[in-house]
């Protein structure tokens, strides 16, 4: 950085979070200090095969590891606290704070991860946290978590505002937002504002949670049955909502789900889980109830294959079965790429007999923690920046988030849609591109971290479309020939059982070649010999079978 | 079925196409005759890894293959028409009945099985086709693709109507449906109606395909550079109003992608495709024309990643650049499951600087070519059966179907909401489930037909998870022992360059063991000393890595 910056500028820059919705990493820097602010981890999408998640390049910070005074969480969702492990496993951070919930959730995370240390500590909303130069404060949101912060950093250059995931809920199920920090905070001069992208496309104001929850209310007071609500155990408003509802229509609550399970212990703990004792029974005591007397609240409102839902509605839950009269209530919408999983749930449900009642202009079992474009704008015309860097969400979304900007004031040439990685160093009155710091996504599988690489994931795909097929062939080094017949085998390809003149014809065929290619060369040339078998084979396969396993040579000398 | 059915009654069961989207195929069987209607296949989900298409089990109609009098094609898509040459390769049908464009997709795509004889013949909308007991007509109906029909079968047991893919659109770009036919058909009496269920759960009317035809003839006209339009290839009304709206705004056209290109070459031959000569420029030739006068149509619309459009957005098309100026208008929506594909190509597209244009209630520029719930009570209105068999759709969509009949007037319990397979047996005015027969989903990866089962599935799960360990063990059989290292490849696992250490550990590890059973045992039991490498080695791996590589050890024996 020190090649990118000046000396008075003050660059600020993502990890993660641009050209994505997830792992939301946002660095400020100056001179010798860096603020972070979060660390999620993204869930992959359906290319990234067996990767487990995806975090973002810490080589920058890992570099600059003496620079970095705090890690700055806006709250307690995966895309903004996922990541605290990994980053600390690699790099020491002096300071992480977080407020409320996510202090709770950041512990219970961090009980996985033991060995790694970490020093945390919980800031309030009018906390200010002093470094040397930079200055942070806190203004509350809402979301749909609670305990959702804003954050401004103050610096030599000016204030820079992250709004991080917002919605503007005039209604909300928690403490309202802080409209008047927010309205000062425009007054007194904003430099840089980064502001969450993800609903820029959608026009609407998004809907207040207080909405849902009376909508929820209201179906559970009509239906007769057993109410299954699926909902994301993330979102701890709601599942305060449906709890309130069952309270309200005597029922008692079930939860299924490991992090629906952690969603009530932690939020029960701090109380933002709030029931009377007796409201939560466990699923053996459910018999000495009556069918309208229960909730069933579980995971798996995105079809997910081992979520509670989808094993109840797939008949593989030990505990749960769909009885007739069960009506099950998604409080939630798709996330993109879901739908067939959903689908796949919704139609298993229906053919048990339960009823389903998705979300829906209609049914308005849902809605959105994050801001539309008319919101979008309030939050603009509320902080009025100078210049402007849209965040949290996709090109496309970043791109009509920086038109909408625009629209409300944000001078032409001032505002940045920029990739992650790309240092934009404000000084004085003047903002620029100046370059940029390594970036990319690192994978996780399993313990590995970052060892999955471009190799392996190809290799993942190839293997997934068409198998693979190995020969092993021995050959006798001092004779100069095989030994035996090759032994073929396969896994993905064909089932093997079934073709057994297939793999004699393809093992008589590697002999025959390999013993001529020995004959012609003195030598033995296992590069070339393997190169040779790969090459016969797969123009043998496709040609049988149009299909293009990968050809796995193996020579066994003796 | 002699086992299934009285002699007076008549069959209706489906092979394909009841709880889900694709590979239609429906049968009507009375005594010694089979009606079959349609013959389609279904793209897999991703699921099915490396699976190209999925048909109906065909078991049932080989079986009984003297009995099939005729195949009838309501219309050309892929789900109605696709399974044609793997019906043909197992089974003889006298006669194929196909209507119009139908008539030229078949033979088209018959050109690429050669040797598969097939016998097609061309139906019109007043024909009457007659078999000894069994009696075939057809009405007029509107869709996405020209000449598309309903049928009906009259038997002994009254009329059986199959709406097949259908809408009502009052200002259609092709002919008028024939109102007059259906309400005919209704006032003389119908035993049972099959009806497509595809948009049951939509509330709303489908929108007329002229209306999106002037919308983007306004786009056209207003877009000052190049338009670039993705859309479905096998909706031809959509792609000639394209042409109409190219001509109308001074535009040539080059087409990119070879299923458009199919299209462009049956449609104009056939004469639903119509525009003056000169109108389509090669790729080449666009270089004579300014950006406003040129149009790209193209395939893609789902994101599909070696499409025409997706390898534009990526930079990887051979002819076409995105440059700055260029609009890119979807005339299509996201079939579930193919949203993040169209994102990302919406990204990439936006990123080189083109303005994109979806399908969304503001620019409405596609249309569904399948009835909402108003249309589908319109036919049951006009149809007036006495039994009602929801067809085309997921389960959820047949069930709401039966729901939306009911309110229509069909007798509550007249209404059969069935699986592949199950047989509807119908007499004088009775109608039961008389059993069911095979109606499983038939795979088809590459030449092979069926031979990929759930083994070879999981198998790929497996792999394009976690990849592959193999472990290749050398034994001197007089000797008893291990001679050498065992040999350890791995694919898709980790990049094993990377892990020399851990490739060595793994060697030895499995070398010793063996030797120590061989050790043990005076005999070699080779199938038992894999199970116990496998064993080991999946312990080890999963301490190690927290994966689970598919382990595929090999002896090899000398």
Chains 1, 2 share one sequence.
């Not at 002093?130 to 942070?136: A, G, I, P, T």
């Not at 026009?203 to 609500?229: H, L, P, Q």
């Not at 970052?450 to 693979?468: A, C, F, P």
Request: net charge positive; hydrophobic share 40%; aromatic share 8%.
């Amino acid at each position: 950085m020190q090649n990118l910056l000046k000396k008075h500028e003050v660059g600020v820059f993502a990890l993660g979070g641009l050209g994505e919705v997830g792992k939301n990493m946002y660095c400020v820097e100056y001179q010798n200090e860096i603020i972070i602010i979060d660390a999620g981890i993204m869930f992959p999408d359906d290319h990234l095969l067996g990767i487990d998640y995806v975090i973002p390049d810490y080589t920058y910070l890992k570099q600059n590891e003496h620079k970095i005074k705090a890690l700055f969480i806006t709250h307690g969702h995966e895309d903004h606290i996922g990541g605290i492990p990994w980053l600390l496993r690699e790099i020491k951070i002096p300071k992480i704070y977080a407020s409320g919930i996510a202090v709770g959730l950041i512990k219970n995370k961090m009980q996985e991860h033991r060995g790694v240390h970490y020093n945390l500590l919980e800031f309030f909303e009018n906390d200010r946290i002093r470094f040397k130069h930079l200055k942070v404060g806190f203004f509350r949101t809402n979301h749909s978590i609670p305990d959702s912060y804003g954050i401004v950093v103050s610096t030599p250059q000016g204030k820079i505002v992250h709004t991080s995931d917002f919605t503007f809920d005039f209604t909300p199920t928690g403490p309202d937002a802080d409209y008047a920090k927010m309205a000062r905070l425009g007054n007194e001069g904003v430099k840089l504002l980064l502001s969450d992208s993800t609903n820029a496309e959608i026009e609407t104001f998004t809907k207040s949670e207080t909405t849902i929850s009376e909508n929820i209310r209201d179906i559970f007071s009509r239906i007769k049955g057993r109410a299954v609500v699926a909902t994301f155990a993330s979102n701890i408003h709601r599942v305060q909502q449906i709890v309130e509802a069952s309270i309200a229509t005597d029922r008692k609550i079930a939860v299924f789900g490991r992090s629906m399970e952690r969603t009530i212990e932690v939020g029960t703990e701090m109380g933002y889980i709030k029931a009377p004792h007796g409201t939560f029974v466990s699923a053996k005591a459910l018999k000495y109830f009556k069918p309208h007397e229960i909730t069933i609240l579980s995971t798996g409102s995105q079809g997910e294959p081992f979520a509670a839902l989808s094993r109840i509605a797939n008949r593989t839950h030990k505990q749960i079965k769909i009885q007739p009269g069960d009506t099950v209530i998604f409080s939630s919408s798709p996330i993109p790429g879901n739908q067939p999983s959903i689908n796949k749930t919704i139609n298993q449900l229906f053919r048990q007999g339960a009823n389903v009642i998705t979300h829906s202009p209609l049914t308005d079992t849902h809605t959105s923690g994050h801001a539309g474009s008319e919101e979008l704008k309030l939050m603009l015309k509320l902080i009025k920046p100078c210049f402007f860097m849209p965040v949290h969400g996709e090109h496309r979304m970043l791109k009509k988030h920086a038109e909408t900007a625009l629209s409300t004031g944000v001078k032409k040439g001032n505002e940045f849609v920029l990739d992650n990685g790309d240092v934009l160093a404000i000084s004085n009155n003047k903002a620029r591109i100046a370059g940029n710091v390594e970036a990319s996504s690192v994978f996780i599988d399993g313990k590995g971290i970052g060892d999955i690489g471009n190799i392996v994931l190809k290799d993942r795909k190839i293997l997934s479309e068409d198998g693979l097929l190995s020969a092993i062939v021995t050959i006798d080094e001092e004779k100069n020939r095989t030994i035996g017949k090759s032994v073929i085998v396969s896994r993905g390809f064909v089932y093997m059982k079934d073709h057994t003149a297939l793999t004699k014809e393809i093992s008589h065929m590697v002999d025959q070649h390999v013993d001529n290619l020995l004959k012609k060369e003195n030598k033995l040339h296992i590069h070339s010999l393997k190169k040779e078998i790969i090459r016969i084979l797969n123009r043998y396969i496709y040609n049988k079978t149009e299909r293009n396993p990968m050809i796995l040579p193996v020579i066994v000398t003796v």
